[in-house]
């Protein structure tokens, strides 16, 4: 068995108002051919886990290219063609191989490709032909396409939000992949659109009950894999939406009846797959009110996970006009602020200026006094086995605030984020962190509350307040119905 293994993505938010270039794949997750640690990443969980396989089984892995950019805006197409072009021909020196495995993530956009993920598996396929098992790993905020369902003979998106299951599921994929490749199976894709947005939050009712049957149908009666693709929902192309993805063995009319069953399920669930995020001030009552500490907010419209600048100012700003105090804040992006930092040293007292940089949506830059807490060089955190690098990050403390500042846009994932540079969030009574979701698996367990904060931001979840263009209509909540019938 011989496997072709790389990765290539990002998530687009088209409505963010920076680009995605090439040094945003340099600086984010980037390995060449040969230089994949020994650890899972986002673009290169398939390689990582044939790796495994191969060990077990002596085949061959011909790795490629992995990375993947932080989300932000649209791809500069310079930028997408060279990276495709690189796996391409990397793939092209491989030949002949038995199986090519990507990891992706199923809502990039450059420019002139509204389907980057589309693109590249469509010219996998004219590199290798018919005959080779051609498959990828999905994030499930993914657009799955037509076009990706066509090229690919698996497709397997991450069944858990926040993202715990990125390993498994590569797991899911390399095997199936060998299968198919084998003659074992043969996998038939059937694709059901639920004619939808929304954010779906998997650790929760009702969605921890349909996820997990989801999951106990595979491997039973001819299913071989089930996938629910959430949607981007700040992703502005035609293929935008929730959607049901089912493989079966070579059984393409059950698939068809059991990805529309589903589909229609997660419908009727629409108006309960996350919780209500409350405005600044509610937030903050609510959070004052509780007995029990620390409570954690989530900023969830300045989540550098959804392209947002993660360097916005209005929580901040409500807690100093408020003289609320014990409280921590991270992560917020400012590395000229982080250098400032660095240069002044642990235990400096200076007035800083922090935050409030990319757009109008980021607030007014802080201007106060702070003292420099501990400096951490190169610091990681992890969502679940999985490493995401922070960049120098610096701790600062102002009025009974502890912000925690990095050089790498990213969002919040685990408590280490504020351990590494000294604040220990389980002693604060707020705990504030910039994310949708992805910081639950690990804060929910310290926190005595957790609330969803409606901030502005450019990754707000307001979707009828945004202007689509290109979505393909008609679309729930923008029309009662979406594609169901009433």
Known sequence: MRIFAAGLGTETNTFAPFPTSLSGFETGEYFPPGSHPDEPSFSGAPLWAARRRARENNWIVVEGLCTMAEPAGITVRSAYETLRDQI???????????????????AMVAEGYDDCEGDLLSRVREVVGPDVAVGAELDLHCHITDQMIAAADVLVTYKEYPHTDSTARAEELIALLVRTANGDVHPKMSLHDCGMIGMMHTPREPMRSYVDRAAALEGKD???????????????????????????????????????????????????TAPQPLAIDDALDTAL???????????????????????????????????IGNAAVGPLWDPIAVATCFDAGEGASLPLRFGGKMCPLSGQPVDADVTVGALARQAVQHLGDTPSPLGDCAAIHLDGIAVVLTSVRTQAYSPDLF?????????????????????????????????YVAAPGVVAPEFTALTYRNIARPKWPFDKGGTQED
Do not use: C
Not at 88 to 106: I, S, T
Not at 242 to 247: D, E, F, Y
């Open 222 to 272: 001819g299913v071989l894999s089930v996938s629910i693709g959430h949607g981007f929902p700040w992703g502005d192309v035609a293929d935008m939406g929730s959607r049901v993805l089912v493989i079966t063995d070579d059984a393409p009319e059950k698939g068809d009846s059991l990805a529309r069953t589903l589909g229609d399920e997660l419908f009727a669930m629409r108006d309960n």
């Open 419 to 451: 351990t590494q540079v000294g604040i220990d969030p389980a002693a604060m009574d707020i705990v504030i962190v910039k994310s949708t979701q992805h910081f639950y698996t690990a804060f929910a367990p310290l926190a005595a509350d957790v609330i």
């Open 88 to 106: 391409l021909d990397q793939l092209k020196a491989a030949l002949p191989v038995d199986v090519v495995a990507l990891g992706m993530h199923g």
């Open 289 to 323: 009110a509780s007995a029990a500490k620390p409570v954690v907010l989530a900023d969830v419209s300045d989540n550098a996970g959804g392209g947002a600048p993660g360097d916005s100012t209005f929580l901040i700003d409500a807690l100093r006009k408020r003289k």
